[in-house]
């Protein structure tokens, strides 16, 4: 084997392993871009069922005056349903926020030890001479 043929081998071997990573990467990102699409529903949802229990809380306060009990009872139903809905969804996007990994952390996991491997020393080969 010559110098030309193992520079060659060494060569194509980095380039496998950098495909290898940027494939990682790839999906990652398809991964996080998902998470914050889910994210971005959920919130968009939460702020919704807020915007819902205010306009009942609303319309409850202009039937407190009316008269009927019943009325009364149903609204501030529609109202706890809706704080609750809401309530529930931001603090799962909380939550989900805060839990998270860093984005990308297998691939960079996966960097570190790459590098970690190419920094160790091989030990010298000895050869056993007749």
Request: hydrophobic share 55%.
């Amino acid at each position: 084997m010559t110098v030309r043929h193992d520079l060659k081998n060494a060569v194509g071997s980095l380039f496998k392993v950098a495909a290898t990573r940027m494939e990682l990467f790839g999906l990652e990102l398809a991964e996080e871009k998902e998470r914050m699409l889910g994210m971005l529903w959920l919130s968009m949802f939460g702020f919704v069922f807020f915007l819902l229990a205010l306009m009942s809380a609303t319309v409850l306060v202009g039937l407190y005056f009316w008269g009927t009990e019943y009325r009364f009872v149903v609204l501030l139903g529609l109202v706890l349903f809706h704080a609750l809905a809401a309530l529930a969804c931001f603090f799962y996007v909380r939550s989900r926020l805060i839990r998270k990994q860093l984005p990308f952390a297998a691939t960079v996991n996966a960097l570190q030890e790459d590098a970690s491997f190419m920094n160790r020393q091989t030990p010298a080969v000895k050869k056993d001479r007749p």
